[in-house]
């Protein structure tokens, strides 16, 4: 049984009542920061995840949306959260490593025998060419042709339009391949 009447504090948080909020924040948080650990277990953005679900709780009640159990509308979103910060940190720890890789390309350090996808001449060829284009160019290729991301991975990451992603590999490969023809 709940110390107080939910839908009464529910219609003052949506009046922006810091008192009803308050009271609502310290019910639910400790629910809300266990499903952020069980899914991010122990990574230092459990808080921050935790506080961005109920702050999204605040928003929907503001903006009139009518919750009728607030304990499961905060366990969805609080899992929501968590898994776009999943993705994200793995977006961001693979942007790292591809980032290190690419300047090991660049400093001519890449070690081409440990590379079971990309073998023989065609390898050599490849990490010998791509080091004349863009670093921008060179990120996108590496991304779609050796790290195997999508286009719209690559867009999300680098923050440009699908098109023109589609448009700079056409060209790393038509430059490639013209001088290759030859």
């Known amino acids: 049984m709940k110390p107080f009447d939910e839908q009464r504090l529910l219609q003052q948080c949506a009046d922006k009542n810091q008192r009803a909020q308050n009271i609502i924040y310290n019910y639910y948080i400790p629910e809300v920061v266990s499903i952020a650990v069980s899914y991010l277990h122990g990574n230092k953005l459990v808080k921050d995840c935790a506080h961005?679900?109920?702050?999204?709780?605040?928003?929907?009640?503001?903006?009139?949306?009518?919750?009728?159990?607030?304990?499961a509308w905060l366990r969805k979103v609080a899992s929501r959260i968590c898994l776009d910060c999943l993705k994200r940190e793995a977006h961001r720890i693979n942007y790292a490593a591809m980032l290190q890789e690419n300047h090991r390309v660049e400093q001519g350090e890449w070690d081409q025998s440990n590379s079971d996808e990309w073998?023989?001449?065609?390898?050599?060829?490849?990490?010998?060419?791509?080091?004349?284009?863009?670093y921008t160019d060179q990120f996108i290729t590496l991304a779609k042709y050796y790290y195997q991301y999508t286009y719209a991975e690559i867009a999300e990451l680098m923050s440009r339009d699908v098109d023109f992603l589609?448009?700079?590999?056409?060209?790393?490969?038509?430059?490639?391949?013209?001088?290759?023809k030859r």
Do not use: M, S
């Open 52 to 71: 961005d679900a109920i702050i999204k709780f605040f928003e929907a009640l503001e903006d009139g949306e009518v919750i009728q159990q607030p304990k």
């Open 119 to 134: 073998h023989g001449e065609c390898n050599r060829i490849f990490w010998e060419e791509i080091r004349n284009f863009t």
């Open 166 to 180: 589609r448009d700079r590999t056409n060209y790393v490969r038509r430059t490639i391949r013209k001088k290759y």
